[in-house]
Structure formats: C-alpha cells, structure tokens
C-alpha cells in the first residue's frame, strides 16, 4: 500500500499544489464465486470483495468544482456541481453520476479535489466501474456529512450506472462493494436485497483470478438476449405455476415437471437458473460448514451449466477452467461475471499457488498465444476510509 500512497501524495500536490487535510479512502473491486446470470432472475449471487482496489486521496473544496486526476487515465476532470451533464466516452461520467442521483435526492454536495489510482484492472469484470462509483460516493458522504447506509449508497451508485453512464447493470456489485467485509462471501437474495456474510476460511486457500485478455464484444447483446430468454421462460411457465413471478421462483422439481411446455433453448436457460440459485444455496451451506471440497465441485457445476446450458462461455474460459481442474491443489474453478471472455475464478491451496500460475500460464499461452493475467487474492473489506 505504502508505495501506492507515497503516489498519490506526490501527485496530488503537482495538481492541487500542497496535500494538507487531505484524507484516504479506499474501495475495492469483486469476484463473484457463485451465482452468475441469477441476478436479474431475482435470484442468489455469492460476490466477495477483493483486495484489489481504487484509493482516492481527497480534500474538500469551499467551493462547488469537482476537480479530480486520475493517475491510470493520466487525465484531470473538472465539473461543476451546478451543471452536471454527461461528457461521451470519459470516465469522468462514473463520479458526475454519483454527483447527479446524490442531488436528485436532494443532498447538498461540497465539491472536492482528488486524485485516484487503482490496481483493478479496467474491463476484466473485477467492477473497476462500480469501485470508483463507490469511492466517490462515500467521498462526498465524508465530506457533505450525508450519513448515507450502506445499502442506500449501494443503490444510488447502481442508479447512476444505470441511469447517467446507461449501463444495465444489476445490484450485485455496488452491494458487494459497499458491503463486503474481509475474509466473508455475501450471499446476497436479489428480489429483497436481504443478504447474510459467510466467512469463507483463507489460511490455506486463495482465490486465484485469471484474466483471459479476451475483449468481451458478444457480451452486450448476448446478454440482452438470455434475458428475454428468461422472461419468456417465466411466461410459458405461468400456464402452470400461476404463482411465479421470476425463475427465482420455480424448483427444480417444478422444472422437471414442466419443462415440457418449453422451448429447448428456453429450457436450457431455465436449467441453468433453476440449478444455479439450488448451487448457490448449497455453496453457502458448504461454506458454512467449512466444506471447501464441496463449494469447489459446485463452482465447476456451475461452469459447466454456463457452458452447456446457458452458453456464455468461450474458448479461453473452457480452457482454463479444465487446465485448472487438471492441477493439484485445485478445489474449484468457473468464469465469473457475464461471460463471453473476462476472467475464471479458482479454489487453490495455498501451497499450490505457485505452480498452478507458472502451469496454466505455460497451457494457454501455448493453445492461445495470448498471456494470461494472474490476481491472487485475498477477501477484503468493501468501501471505506484509511485513516
Ligand atoms: P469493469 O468490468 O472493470 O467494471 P467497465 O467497462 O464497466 O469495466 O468500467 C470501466 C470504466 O470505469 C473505465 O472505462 C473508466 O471509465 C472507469 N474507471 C475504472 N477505473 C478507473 C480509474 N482508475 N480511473 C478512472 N476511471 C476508471
Ligand atoms: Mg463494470
């Protein structure tokens, strides 16, 4: 942390002329260990925080200008509080859009300088986006005293990725952001918001991120797709369960029973929901009972129904996933996040580490010709001030 630190203040004094008063926050970026494509199903997600993050070094101004640098984009972004309008194409749209929905609430903001640097990598899946979102958010909370709840700051960032930056995203990863605490998974119910920390054992375990480096082009309209997929699922499914309101909502013995009625490619999606909220449940009984053995072999079930059933995966992700699987010390591993590239989440001992990084990459960079990225990672607490 230290060297990042010394980074910031460095730099905020280049920008802002000298660093007094001036405070560090922090906010870091997620892996979802379970629960994928169940969200807008109304379903179960198992998201953790990693510590991987955004730190912004800031210090309020008296006045309403919003000047902020950001240290991986080398660019300085300036608004006002009083005219907030989206700007095409800048990454200055993520903290003018906290900005926005704050004030559509009626808050009254003080401006502020600031300088950012992070080591999430941009456009993995990790929510680089919902973690500067969240760090600008709990920045005007310190400093306009909005003394906003966790969940409530949750929301409000998702309303600004949805509404300013327009981008569909569920709540999964501001929730996680906000919320996550070190050395817990949050199983998290996304029809009622209700959620439950459930430690997850680190001493001899990581969980190892791997980044495929593959751009995630088919992602956006694919995903689109599964998602009336679902709803037509729901709408046929109706005729005989006139009670369900999403899949969420339907057993996996319902299925069984009427999965007649549907469409095989409708069908398969409803598998895969179906099955994957029943995962997720089993995962955090597992957790719960320190069965890591168990968690593992549902996380490879739930890649296989990302495969087979709900066909988001690619090539790459496949591939890892079965390198990884083939190596010792492996407990589990799945792509997380939407799918069609991005990154595969790992189970390994701890005592594994080393050969399972020099041992897939050697795999992948000899079937893809692509290098794969390696984050080993720790579960770390959500969003937050470093005093
Ligand atoms: P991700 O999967 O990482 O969330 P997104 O495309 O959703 O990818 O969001 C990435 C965007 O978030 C970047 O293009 C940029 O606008 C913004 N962003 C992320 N990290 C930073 C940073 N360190 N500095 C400035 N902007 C950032
Ligand atoms: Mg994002």
Redesign the pocket.
């Given at each position: 942390m230290e060297p990042r630190i010394q980074k910031l203040q460095d730099e905020f004094k280049k920008q802002f002329g000298d660093d007094r008063d001036t405070r560090l926050f922090r906010a870091p970026?997620r892996v979802n260990l379970i629960g994928e494509h169940t969200d807008y199903n109304e379903g179960f997600v198992l998201p953790a925080a990693i510590d991987r993050s955004?730190l912004a070094l800031a210090r309020p101004r008296k006045d309403k200008q919003v000047r902020i640098y950001?240290?991986?984009?080398k660019?300085l972004f300036e608004f006002s509080l009083d005219k907030i309008k989206p700007v095409k194409d800048?990454?200055?749209?993520?903290p003018m859009g906290v900005a926005k929905v704050l004030e559509g609430e009626k808050f009254k903001l003080k401006g502020f300088e600031a300088v950012?640097?992070?080591n999430?990598?941009?456009?993995?899946?990790?929510?680089?986006?919902?973690?500067?979102e969240l760090v600008n958010a709990f920045i005007f909370d310190a400093f306009s005293e909005l003394k906003l709840d966790r969940v409530k700051m949750a929301l409000l960032c998702q309303k600004a990725?949805n509404e300013f930056v327009g981008?569909q995203?569920g709540i999964m990863?501001q929730f996680i952001i906000a919320l996550g605490e070190k050395d817990r998974a949050l199983f998290l119910d996304c029809r009622d918001l209700s959620y439950r920390l459930v430690p997850v054992p680190s001493e001899k375990v990581k969980l190892v991120i791997t980044n495929t480096k593959v751009k995630r082009s088919l992602a956006g309209s694919e995903y689109n797709q599964r998602r009336e997929e679902c709803n037509e699922g729901v709408k046929l499914l109706k005729k005989n369960l006139p009670k369900i309101k999403s899949l969420r909502d339907v057993t996996p013995e319902n299925l069984v029973e009427h999965q007649d009625t549907l469409p095989e490619i409708v069908r398969k999606r409803c598998t895969h929901v179906v099955m994957e909220n029943d995962r997720v449940t089993r995962a955090v009984e597992a957790l719960t009972h320190n069965n890591l053995r168990e968690f593992g072999k549902l996380m490879v079930e739930s890649h296989n129904s990302l495969r087979d059933l709900y066909q988001v995966s690619c090539p790459e992700l496949d591939l890892l996933v079965k390198n990884a699987l083939a190596l010792k010390g492996v407990l589990g591993s799945r792509m997380t996040?939407a799918g069609f590239g991005?990154c595969t989440v790992s189970l390994v001992e701890e005592k594994a580490v080393d050969e399972f990084r020099i041992k897939s990459s050697r795999a992948y960079r000899k079937d893809t010709g692509k290098v794969p990225e390696f984050y080993v990672c720790q579960i770390s607490d959500g969003v937050g001030e470093i005093k």
């Open positions: 970026g955004i950001s240290l991986d984009f660019n800048s990454w200055g749209n993520y950012f640097q992070s999430v990598p941009v456009g993995a899946g990790l929510s680089s986006s919902a973690a500067i990725e981008v995203c990863d996040g991005g």
